[in-house]
């Protein structure tokens, strides 16, 4: 089983950017993909971005397009999410995930950080 241990999160101004590490280990050999979550207060978790890690295929919610990369760092079993022109609707929890296949089923979760964007 992998586990997850995502950090980065923090306070920032809109228009700010961040950048989110999540670290695998256990046995990353076995991860298909790696994707980042995000759940504001009183909301639903939503899908905001995944990298199929064999080959880097990335894929983004419409809401973050343009504005949010992600990207592995293979060596380090590490995935990132670099968040540019944060708005105050990006403030949630943001949580990094992982699959063993290719179905859309994410099997692990990191703990979460926090990401706060002040108006």
């Known amino acids: 089983q992998v586990q997850l241990q995502e950090s980065g999160g923090g306070l920032v101004q809109a228009g700010g950017s961040l950048r989110l590490s999540c670290a695998a280990s256990?046995?990353?050999?076995?991860?298909?993909?790696m994707g980042w979550f995000r759940q504001a207060p009183g909301k639903d978790r939503e899908f905001v971005s995944t990298?199929?890690?064999?080959?880097?295929?990335?894929y983004y919610a419409d809401s973050v397009k343009g504005r949010f990369t992600i990207s592995r760092d293979s060596a380090k079993n590490t995935v990132y999410l670099q968040m540019n022109s944060l708005k105050p609707k990006d403030t949630a929890v943001y949580y990094c995930a992982a699959r063993s296949s290719p179905s859309y089923h994410y099997d692990t979760w990191g703990q979460g950080t926090q990401v706060t964007v002040s108006s």
């Open positions: 256990g046995r990353p050999s076995s991860t298909y993909a």
């Open positions: 990298i199929i890690w064999i080959d880097g295929s990335t």
